[in-house]
């Protein structure tokens, strides 16, 4: 389980240094699925009475998780609005006004 999550932080600070926008997404969603082997191991764990506590454990995936989809969200909004602004300048490169 340790080596699922500490897969997660290195593998988005190398997509976050990729010069390609679109390996960084892929790389989030990766680390995204990457969550959910944890998850199923504390279930299997759970099931077999290694451990009883597992709501901390769920919630803190769940916690990361949505970090890890917010980025995403505000990454591709980020874009979107990029795109726009590009499309209203002009072939000099100043913005319209």
Same mark, same amino acid.
């Given at each position: ?10 593998? &988005?600070?190398? #997509?976050? #240094? ?8 892929? &790389?989030?969603?990766? $680390?995204?699925?990457?969550? $959910?082997?944890?998850? *199923?191991?504390?279930?299997?764990? /759970? =099931?077999? @009475?290694?451990? +009883?506590? *597992? ?8 916690? &990361? =998780?949505?970090?890890? %989809? /917010?980025? %995403?969200?505000?990454?591709? $909004? ?5 795109? +726009?602004? *590009? ?5 000099? #490169? @100043?913005?319209?006004?």
């Amino acid at each position: 389980m340790r080596r699922a999550y500490i897969s997660v932080p290195p593998n &988005i600070a190398e #997509g976050s #240094g990729r010069k390609n926008p679109k390996e960084f997404f892929q &790389i989030l969603n990766i $680390s995204r699925r990457s969550l $959910s082997e944890p998850e *199923t191991q504390i279930e299997i764990a /759970n =099931r077999l @009475d290694y451990i +009883k506590e *597992t709501a901390e454990m769920y919630l803190l995936i769940k916690r &990361i =998780r949505m970090m890890i %989809i /917010n980025l %995403i969200s505000y990454l591709e $909004s980020s874009k979107r609005q990029n795109v +726009k602004t *590009t499309k209203h300048e002009n072939r000099e #490169g @100043d913005r319209i006004k």
